[in-house]
């Protein structure tokens, strides 16, 4: 084999591989679980709860990484296989902190009409992004998109002004404003918006259904269609949308589910 072919074929066992990722198991709401699949001569297709996974090389067989959303009940799951056997594996119990906030301005935990309008066109808008899944995308390994403390961890019961709201589906690393935020991985921009609650944001697509988010913006330096490598700038820190001081607001979405940031950060799993 001439040496330019025999370093093709390396790097296409690489790319259907894909690089090793620093990523934690934690089968409980809010986290992934790695479901082998058994072998087969291409990689098959899977779903959980009518949504594809990614699935990837584990050894010699296949393995789905299957994000489980926080309203996950405890108990047996399943995932499907297309003309396989499906698997199943079963979620555990896990209790997250309460988490008390107090906004000034009340129409930022309870909107009015008018404003419920566009909430509504903007959860239209993320619902989309979130849902978006490409198959010939690489696999990432995530670094932290932003220097800085974790002010509020994933997972958290909210409690806004008294009265009880979704739980906290991100992480929040607290930094100054106009501090640069940059892709934890290589992807995709597939969307960018001003949103009620969110603020100003930015959806990075990583491949096989693996999505992040990145709000509360100051500024966007990025636009739609985008490809974006590890430590490019994304935009830099702010305060807009419902916060009560400057942070980036970082989720990672899997299947459509919003799981814990820190299963992917090397320096967490390790």
Known sequence: ???????????????????AIALEESRVPGGVALVDLGEADTRPEATYRDRSVWVRRNGEGWQAVVGIPLEAETGEHRVRVDGGEDRTFRVAAKEYPVQRLEFDDDEMVSPNAEQMKRIRRDHREIKGAYRHFSEQSPVPEFRP????????????KRILN?????PHSGMDIAAATGTSVVAPAAGEVIETGDYYFNGRTVFVDHGRGVVTLYCHLDSIDVEPGDRVATGDRLGTVGETGRVTDAHLHWSVSLNDARVDPALFLADEAE
Request: hydrophobic share 40%; proline share 11%; net charge neutral.
């Open 1 to 19: 084999m001439r040496p330019t072919a025999w370093i093709s074929s390396l790097l296409a066992l690489a790319l259907l591989a894909g690089p």
């Open 162 to 166: 008294g009265e009880p709201r979704s």
């Open 145 to 156: 998109p932003v220097e800085g403390e974790r002010s509020s961890s994933f997972g958290l």
